[in-house]
């Protein structure tokens, strides 16, 4: 009877260390496996990122994706991870790894994925851009780049292209954009592009040299056609204007050069102390009288003027070297 009892009591304890057997293997584990080689588009390494995980549901397996590795390294290279270290941070973690199966090798290269944007391409983005923000006819314009733009490498990621340094309006000649490369609404590069922008424009050409103190007159320009870029002043595409009319050389116009209003500067057509004729208007009549300028001006300016007769003193405006105007002088 003993032997029996001794007997069942070994079975009892052979069967119970089956069934636990049966439910370790019977239960699902949670399986980790990772390639040797593999290849990520984020910034950080996470586990969900490189791994397939089964076994795992819920808040569990959503924690376990969630795992942070470290950083990742610039697009186009690759780091090293180790067993050992996976291990240790699923420790760390709070998952004990009696219940994961970890399904990898002892060395695991993460690479960045990477994608590149063609410097040309980044180039012709920026043309039409400023193309588009300038002032003047599409078909005028003509870009140029300054300089060789070379291929830019970013993450494996979408992306956003934002050009910045361009205030628009008229603004030829040299300048540099700024091209924002924008990934998850963060710049992430900035590339300067420098660029040549002329206008084709009609402008006035200067057939001869013409020195300080000259007036100028039409016959000493040629009118025509060509691509300008950055000059000085505003150019001058009308020579029946009070500036060219009116105005002298204040510095050397070379042969060839491009008329502007750099060239020009308006001299004072009446000087304090002339006597000029005053053109007084009133509705629709006209009267003129004898006064003295009591301040210097320029064509267009108002002036202090004295009427020499009875000393009345009132303001207007020079329209030449002998003659002043006002009008309506009592409706101010």
């Not at 995980?53 to 090293?80: C, D």
């Not at 599409?138 to 993450?155: G, K, N, S, T």
């Not at 910045?164 to 590339?191: K, M």
Request: glycine share 8%; hydrophobic share 45%.
């Amino acid at each position: 009877m003993k032997h029996f009892n001794r007997f069942s009591k070994v079975f009892f304890f052979l069967l119970m260390l089956v069934l636990l057997a049966s439910d370790r293997v019977g239960a699902n584990p949670i399986r980790i496996s990772i390639p040797e080689k593999v290849g990520i588009s984020s910034e950080w390494i996470t586990l969900g990122e490189i791994a397939s995980i089964t076994g795992a549901s819920g808040q569990k397996l959503a924690s376990l994706q969630a795992i942070n590795l470290g950083k990742a390294v610039f697009p186009g290279y690759s780091r090293e991870l180790y067993r050992g270290q996976i291990e240790l941070v699923l420790k760390n973690e709070g998952f004990s790894l009696d219940d994961i199966v970890l399904d990898c090798p002892e060395r695991i290269i993460v690479e960045t994925k990477s994608r590149k944007i063609d410097g040309a391409d980044l180039v012709e983005a920026a043309k039409k851009h400023i193309i588009e923000a300038l002032d003047y006819p599409a078909a005028q314009i003509i870009v140029r780049v300054r300089q060789q733009i070379p291929e830019i490498i970013l993450p494996d990621r979408d992306f956003q292209l934002k050009f910045e340094g361009l205030p628009g309006g008229s603004r030829i000649g040299n300048i540099t954009l700024q091209a924002h490369i924008i990934i998850d609404d963060l710049v992430y590069r900035r590339v300067y592009l420098p660029f040549e922008v002329l206008v084709k424009q009609q402008v006035y050409l200067a057939r001869r040299p013409i020195g300080i103190g000259e007036t100028i007159n039409p016959e000493d320009f040629v009118l025509t056609e060509i691509a300008v870029g950055n000059i000085a002043g505003d150019i001058i595409t009308n020579l029946d204007t009070p500036l060219v009319t009116f105005g002298i050389v204040r510095t050397p116009i070379p042969q060839d050069a491009v008329l502007t209003s750099r060239y020009l500067r308006m001299p004072d057509l009446i000087k304090a102390g002339d006597e000029v004729q005053a053109e007084v208007i009133i509705g629709n009549v006209r009267v003129s009288v004898k006064v003295k300028a009591r301040q210097n001006g320029k064509y267009g300016d108002y002036i202090i003027v004295e009427n020499t007769g009875t000393g009345h003193r009132f303001k207007a405006q020079v329209i030449s070297s002998y003659l002043v105007r006002v009008i309506n002088p009592g409706s101010s």
